[in-house]
């Protein structure tokens, strides 16, 4: 059973950090993409960042926010930095079985994590 715990969320004033974690179990975790995605109320969810062999970002939280993983800890991590109140929003991870390509797609990925809510108190 492929699961995705995600955690490190919480309450933040504007301009404060956060580290994220996401914790893999149930693949072969080097053998997968992973991407960070977020959503907030009444809106589509959202890229932010994936990590295969290269390390990707949206435009939107690039050189705000960065992406690192640690397979001997199958877990992945997004630090979130100068954080705003528009950055409010339920933060997800997700898997995808291709360890080389880029995916910015929520459509693409197999699986998500449960998701850790982020609140940027202005």
């Known amino acids: 059973q492929v699961q995705l715990d995600e955690s490190g969320g919480g309450l933040v004033q504007a301009g404060g950090s956060l580290r994220l974690s996401c914790a893999a179990s149930g693949i072969t975790f080097s053998s997968y993409a992973m991407g960070w995605f977020r959503q907030a109320p009444g809106k589509e969810r959202e890229f932010l960042a994936g990590i295969s062999w290269t390390t990707y970002y949206a435009d939107s939280v690039k050189g705000r926010f960065t992406m690192s993983r640690d397979n001997a800890k199958n877990t992945v991590y997004l630090q979130l930095n100068s954080l705003k109140p528009e950055d409010t929003a339920v933060y997800y991870c997700?898997?995808?079985?291709?360890?080389?390509?880029?995916?910015?797609?929520?459509?693409?990925?197999?699986?998500w994590g449960q998701g850790t809510q982020v609140t940027v108190s202005s």
């Open positions: 997700a898997a995808v079985g291709d360890p080389s390509g880029e995916y910015d797609i929520d459509t693409e990925y197999d699986y």
